[in-house]
């Protein structure tokens, strides 16, 4: 180091407050900096612990390395001490520290390096914040996006980001000739300087590097280490934290307004109202009635000024409770709140008007209010019973001598459960932590409607019935499930307002001993739902429980060679084990290396359509034939998720479980129409039967740009899964034109069958599914119309979120006495449709076959669908609903052939011309009859209706038990 008298190269300004203990530990990641040439200046805002006598030990300890302030009174905040701080500053470079975080050691040469090469004023660096404590070291890098990379900006209007998100002034190095030439100060008396100083700077900062590494260790230590509480900007029931919040929002405002900063302004506002605003709200439903009506008077004044366009772009909860916090409608926004803290749970019973589904029934006279509360694209409405998270309100929380006695009320939301439903429920006691499985169920002992709800009561004996390990599962969540007609939904209780602490907490016997704890103590969660914590009340257990915690941070104790402390050392191995077998590398090794060995299941075929999501398509049609014939075979079927709906004859098992791996390592064939997972190496022995899910309107394979831009280590990768493929199934010789040389399959592995879920498109005696019909509710007198659009996505391929092109409220007005529209979306995408048009327009996309939707329709409206492919066999009108094909087919993907001139019926470029086509199928069937038996034979000429037959023949010999080829 040079001597006292050389200039620094950085100067860190370290504050400190009344924490004498850590402030060594700050200073030390500034003495250990690489970078030569930094000195650490301590400012001490006038603290009554011992920090400045530390701070002035520090600094005769490292002379020319440390100085020592110290402010004469308390400033009340962290600008006074910086800015004194940068009054007596001599480094070229200037940074900010407090006392309890850390920078990296590599720090300051990565911001001064980066600063000095580019001649930026301001240089910043990825901050990560650390949970001190965390038994998993938990860590949070601070919007790691904006960082991703080195790139230097001319001005802060070219990522709005850095300004909006990236608030902190402790992870960036500023020239000290810039903080000179702009008089740049932190305010004073007012919280979140922090907003506001980082905010002048970016604005006036001529130019801005943004460098990928870490610089600041942001710690987040447990309460208690603060003697003070919370630290003041986190104090949100004190009503001066939001004051001051708005205050330097408003001071950005008007820095922005003098700038003509419009985008700037618009983004800022989205961030307040996704962010600022939700970290008070979330508070409000525990503080006092005086404090939410003071805090309401201040948010008014606030939000009126906010961009409109940033309030119409904000998720849909925060419009609503911004919307009833200006109205002054407690009673639905706190219930909203809910909705707020915990995003999939539904808090509202909701109302219906106009065939439209609105959050509440206040307010619709007001337009604002109608826009804001609307909610039928959320589909609420739509959803099935056991897909909704319902809010549960609990309104009781006692301790009786029977146990924990709990009550509360689930929203009903538009009358769903009916009142002659049969409904039972029971509470259910779950570990947090997901290795430990253990769960206790008790009796819900009474359900009942109740006005737009459901009340219900019941008592847990904790005390007999819950046994917890003790140590490993020491948090234990609560839900309440219920059983309506058959069908399960599972709700979290609300603690709300309800007091916890009056009642004794009911005593617990873990079965590690009551050392580990002797009560269960209840808390509300991060989300506000009741949960209980194992707790050390006797001294006995608090004895215990210490010397645990010893052990568990090393420090030697008589409890390390007690059978306790073994038996914990056991538990925690084995769930190491646990999780190290249910890693996917770990798998893939004891798949190739291990269930490879194990000898080949005659007769197992292991079963998968559309990656486990579906008992559909192709692989269906196998089975089934198979089923038929009575094919010596050992069906295993393959699912994600959920196993409803796939059949109860064979074997299920979950993709990618021990079982699923299992059963593609002995399996005889493999016959899926999409792709097994790549990384899973197909052994000789096995033959594997790709079916395929359709042919190709859109490029695929190796045609896409996408895959072409990828490394030849990923290309590699891909082809080696396709290479997996003994059989690949075609319909026509398009396929083998397109799809064939898209996926590298050369001719001796095609196999010129057809699709099997076809054959019964090619049988004139199918009838229509009535049964299928009534349960949709799907008049059959009249025409029905399938719409069967396919996905969209962008040029990275990611999927687009899918809205309907068309108003099915028009629709209905024009069409729906005359004909019932079925709307069946890609499953990669989902559709909402309002209440208005039930019964006449249906949404069929949870209909996983869609064979029987094909019998039922008799016209389809696609557009790049390859259902169209299908349907053609039919004979029957079909409508091209092609409103974007020049953005389709040119910007994104790219196509094999010009739909618009091959078309096997009308190609459709607005809603006008689709209700026009509407008005005569006949006419538009009549007139494509030639286009359609063309289009049938130059892209379905194998689709003969015995394809199913033919696989089965090629897997078990042909029903009589001759051979048959199933090629050409």
Not at 83 to 107: C, I, K, P, Q, W
Not at 127 to 150: A, C, H, L
Request: charged share 30%.
């Amino acid at each position: 180091m040079p001597s006292s008298q050389a200039k620094p190269l950085v100067s860190v300004i370290v504050i400190v407050y009344n924490d004498a203990d850590r402030l060594p530990r700050a200073v030390a990641s500034v003495l250990r900096q690489s970078l030569r040439g930094v000195e650490a200046l301590i400012v001490d805002d006038c603290s009554t612990d011992d920090s400045f006598s530390v701070a002035q030990r520090l600094a005769a300890e490292y002379p020319g390395q440390v100085r020592a302030l110290r402010l004469p009174e308390n400033s009340g905040g962290c600008g006074g001490p910086r800015n004194l701080g940068m009054t007596e500053v001599r480094g070229e470079y200037v940074m900010f520290l407090d006392s309890d975080d850390e920078l990296d050691d590599h720090a300051c040469r990565n911001l001064y390096e980066a600063g000095e090469r580019t001649g930026a004023e301001l240089v910043s660096g990825l901050s990560v914040r650390r949970f001190v404590g965390n038994r998993n070291g938990k860590t949070d890098r601070w919007y790691p996006w904006i960082y991703s990379r080195t790139r230097t900006l001319d001005s802060v209007s070219e990522l709005p980001d850095l300004l909006v998100w990236d608030t902190l002034s402790t992870n960036k190095a500023y020239r000290r000739s810039f903080l000179t030439r702009t008089g740049l100060q932190f305010p004073l008396g007012i919280l979140y300087e922090d907003l506001l100083f980082s905010a002048q700077a970016y604005l006036a900062a001529e130019r801005i590097t943004l460098i990928p590494n870490r610089v600041y260790y942001w710690d987040q230590w447990p309460q208690a280490k603060d003697k003070g509480g919370a630290s003041l900007s986190n104090r949100r029931h004190e009503i001066r934290n939001f004051t001051d919040r708005l205050e330097i929002h408003r001071r950005i405002d008007a820095m922005l307004a003098d700038r003509d900063m419009a985008e700037l302004k618009y983004r800022k506002d989205l961030k307040f109202l996704k962010h600022d605003l939700v970290l008070h709200l979330r508070d409000l439903p525990f503080l006092p009635e005086d404090f939410r009506q003071e805090f309401a008077g201040h948010a008014r004044g606030y939000l009126a000024g906010l961009d409109p366009e940033a309030v119409a772009e904000s998720p849909f909860i925060q419009r609503i409770c911004a919307y009833l916090l200006t109205r002054d409608d407690w009673e639905n926004l706190l219930p909203a709140i809910d909705t707020l803290l915990n995003r999939d749970k539904l808090s509202s019973p909701l109302v219906e008007r106009d065939g439209r589904i609105f959050w509440c029934g206040e307010h619709l006279d007001d337009p604002e209010g109608r826009r804001v509360l609307e909610v039928t694209a959320h589909g609420y409405h739509s959803k099935a019973l056991g897909q909704l998270f319902l809010r549960n309100q609990l309104t009781r929380y006692a301790v009786g001598p029977g146990g924990v006695e709990l009550a509360g009320r689930v929203v009903n939301p538009l009358g769903r459960i009916a009142a002659d439903a049969k409904i039972s429920a029971k509470l259910e006691f779950t570990a947090r932590r997901k290795t430990i499985k253990s769960k206790f169920a008790f009796p819900v002992r009474e359900v009942r409607h109740d006005a737009d709800g459901i009340v219900w009561s019941a008592t847990a004996d904790l005390t007999k019935a819950l046994r917890p390990l003790g140590v490993l599962d020491d948090v234990w969540d609560v839900r309440c499930v219920f059983t309506v007609n058959g069908e399960r939904t599972t709700t979290r209780l609300t603690v709300g307002d309800l007091d916890l602490a009056a009642p004794p907490t009911p005593a617990v016997r873990p079965r590690l001993t009551r050392l580990t704890g002797d009560r269960m103590e209840p808390h509300r969660s991060v989300r506000g739902h009741l949960a209980f914590e194992l707790a050390a009340e006797g001294g006995l257990a608090r004895r215990g429980t210490d010397l645990i915690e010893r052990a568990v941070r090393g420090e030697a104790g008589p409890v390390a060679n007690t059978a306790m402390d073994r038996a914990r050392r056991t538990l925690r191995g084995a769930l190491r084990l646990k999780r190290q077998l249910n890693n996917g590398d770990t798998k893939l090794k004891v798949y190739h290396q291990l269930l490879h060995r194990l000898p080949v299941v005659k007769g197992q075929v292991v079963f998968e359509s559309h990656q486990g999501k579906q008992y559909s398509d192709n692989p269906r049609a196998i089975y089934e034939e198979l089923l038929r014939r009575g094919a010596p075979m050992k069906a295993v079927w393959s699912y994600a998720g959920s196993a409803a709906g796939f059949p109860s004859g064979a074997t299920l098992v979950k993709r990618w479980s021990w079982q699923y791996l299992r059963a593609l390592a002995q399996a005889e064939f493999w016959v899926d129409n999409q792709g097994f997972p790549y990384r899973l190496r197909k052994r000789p022995e096995t033959t594997y039967i790709q079916t395929w899910h359709g042919s190709a309107l859109k490029k695929m394979g190796f045609d896409l740009a996408s895959l072409k831009r990828q490394t030849p280590e990923q290309q590699a990768l891909y082809l080696a899964g396709l290479n997996r493929f003994d059989h690949f199934v075609v319909r026509s010789e398009h396929d083998v034109r397109t799809l064939a040389p898209a996926y590298r399959i050369g001719e001796d592995r095609l196999l010129r069958a057809g699709y099997p879920r076809n054959d019964v498109l090619r049988d004139e005696g199918a009838a229509k599914d009535r049964q299928l019909a009534g349960e949709l509710g799907i008049d059959l007198t009249k025409p029905v119309v399938l719409y069967a659009p396919t996905f969209r996505a962008d040029a990275s391929g990611r999927v687009r979120t899918f809205e309907l092109p068309f108003d099915v409220e028009e629709f209905v007005e024009r069409f729906g006495d005359r004909m019932t529209l079925l709307v069946r979306c890609h499953y990669l995408n989902r559709v909402v449709l309002p209440p208005s048009v039930a019964g006449k327009v249906i949404d069929v996309s949870d209909i996983q076959e869609v064979t029987p939707l094909y019998l039922m329709a008799d016209a389809l409206i696609t557009d790049y669908s390859s259902l169209m492919f299908d349907y053609a066999l039919l004979d029957r009108p079909m409508l091209f609903f092609a409103y974007d094909w020049e953005e389709y087919a040119d910007d994104l993907r790219g196509t094999y052939f010009d739909l618009l001139g091959e078309a096997p019926g009308p190609v459709l470029r607005d809603a006008g011309e689709l209700y026009e086509a509407l008005g005569d199928l006949d006419l538009v069937g009549k007139e494509y009859t030639e286009a359609r038996q063309r289009f049938v034979a130059e892209y379905g000429e194998y689709d003969r209706g015995d394809a199913a037959a033919r696989i089965a023949d090629l897997m078990f010999g042909a029903a009589d038990g001759t051979e048959q080829e199933a090629g050409r």
